[in-house]
């Protein structure tokens, strides 16, 4: 706690109240200890992750989860923070003994390569993840939940595990970390890659967040060509969903004769 002295952007206490805690945008959790953990006082209690988890939920906030040797994900397994996650908990894989002192690499996935938060680098640039120096440390799990997007992952005992997991959770947004360790990024890199990738993901995060209560819909095709007769998909993304009620989303098609259309759009999981 006497931290706050010697930094001037720092705080005591986490925001007790969900005034004073929605006055931010994003939350970078790392590996903090629930009050419930140990005889040291002082952590986290349920009162604070209900209004996390009201913060992400409702509020459109966005939350990075870091995770920690100590407690940060396993301490929590059974509070609210662990339904935010876009992974399961039950089934945590983290290196042990020996294993401590192997790197272990992390690489892009598809899903990964095509998110743009994640592009720190130019296009030749061989660098870019695989060639980072990687975690001795994870704690990752096999378990994802239903939205949950692999960003990038690593290999354990010959089977990949994911590394970074994005998903949507209500109007904001939670970014899973399975390691601690991006600061190896910065090795003889000047900060380039790493001040990149966290100041990327953190606008990222925050970007549900700032449009939320706007009633803005991005209309988009399923492709850019099509043969004739061939089926069309339209895709509508809303910035808040809780500003449209599903059954008033229509979208009305018109042709160059003034023929016109209404289709109403289904919403999916």
């Not at 003994?97 to 990964?112: D, H, K, M």
């Not at 059954?247 to 919403?267: A, H």
């Amino acid at each position: 706690i006497e931290y706050a002295n010697v930094d001037r952007h720092a705080i005591q206490l986490f925001p007790v109240t969900k005034k004073q805690l929605f006055e931010y945008d994003v939350i970078l959790f790392c590996d903090l200890k629930p009050n419930w953990a140990g005889d040291v006082a002082g952590g986290l209690g349920q009162n604070e992750l209900a209004h996390l988890q009201t913060f992400v939920e409702d509020h459109g906030g966005g939350l990075a989860v870091i995770a920690g040797p100590r407690f940060t994900p396993s301490a929590y397994s059974r509070s609210s923070l662990a339904e935010l996650l876009p992974v399961g908990l039950d089934k945590l894989t983290s290196p042990a003994g020996e294993n401590l002192e192997q790197a272990f690499p992390i690489r892009r996935t598809g899903p990964g390569r095509a998110f743009l938060p994640m592009e720190i680098g130019t296009d030749d640039d061989e660098i870019q993840y695989s060639g980072f120096p990687g975690p001795f440390w994870f704690a990752s799990s096999s378990e994802l939940k239903a939205s949950a997007r692999v960003l990038a992952e690593l290999d354990h005992n010959g089977r990949p595990l994911p590394a970074i997991v994005v998903h949507n959770v209500g109007n904001g947004s939670v970014l899973y970390h399975a390691f601690p360790a991006t600061w190896r990024w910065r090795y003889r890199t000047n900060e380039l890659y790493f001040g990149r990738y966290w100041s990327q993901m953190i606008q990222y995060l925050a970007s549900r967040k700032l449009t939320r209560g706007e009633k803005g819909i991005l209309l988009e095709t399923d492709r850019k060509q099509y043969f004739r007769d061939e089926p069309v998909m339209l895709i509508a993304r809303l910035s808040d969903r809780s500003t449209v009620a599903d059954q008033d989303l229509r979208v009305k098609i018109e042709n160059r004769s003034g023929f016109q259309r209404i289709l109403p759009i289904r919403p999916v999981s």
